[in-house]
């Protein structure tokens, strides 16, 4: 069986190891050992953060929600429960926007949210 040589391929993993790690602080940019362990943390990070990235976005919604529920005069808890009940099918991306943008139309919501419920 013929001598197989990997340099080749040993330097191409390492190149390109380097280039995505090319703006990293100190060793973690020039030494390949330490530049491999910062790149697989920033990899777990990047997948991790991914998904609660959606949760924090969700959490800033229902903040807005509230704010601007409480400046209506009702409790986030009661505008969702009265939504519910009211059979409105309006998401908190949605409300969240109508309370940052439209507050007219998110105090109409609050009305009719009063009158059914």
Same mark, same amino acid.
């Given at each position: 069986?013929?001598?197989?040589?990997?340099?080749?391929?040993?330097?191409?993993?390492?190149r390109?190891? $380097?280039?995505?790690?090319?703006?990293y602080?100190g060793?973690?940019?020039?030494?390949?050992?330490?530049?491999?362990?910062?790149?697989?943390?920033?990899?777990? +990070?990047? +997948?991790?953060?991914?998904?609660?990235?959606?949760?924090?976005i969700?959490?800033?919604?229902?903040?807005r929600?509230n704010?601007?529920?409480?400046?209506?005069?009702?409790? +986030?808890?009661?505008? $969702?429960?009265?939504?519910?009940?009211?059979? $409105?099918e309006?998401?908190?991306?949605?409300?969240?926007?109508l309370?940052?943008?439209? $507050?007219?139309?998110?105090?109409?919501?609050?009305?009719?949210?009063?009158?059914?419920?």
């Amino acid at each position: 069986m013929p001598r197989v040589k990997r340099g080749v391929l040993s330097l191409k993993k390492r190149r390109t190891l $380097m280039k995505a790690v090319k703006g990293y602080r100190g060793a973690r940019s020039r030494r390949v050992s330490c530049a491999q362990e910062a790149f697989h943390h920033a990899q777990h +990070y990047a +997948y991790r953060d991914r998904r609660n990235k959606k949760r924090d976005i969700r959490s800033l919604w229902i903040v807005r929600i509230n704010a601007a529920a409480h400046t209506c005069g009702i409790s +986030y808890s009661r505008l $969702m429960s009265g939504l519910k009940t009211a059979g $409105m099918e309006i998401n908190r991306k949605i409300l969240a926007d109508l309370a940052v943008t439209d $507050m007219e139309a998110f105090a109409s919501i609050v009305k009719t949210v009063r009158e059914k419920a």
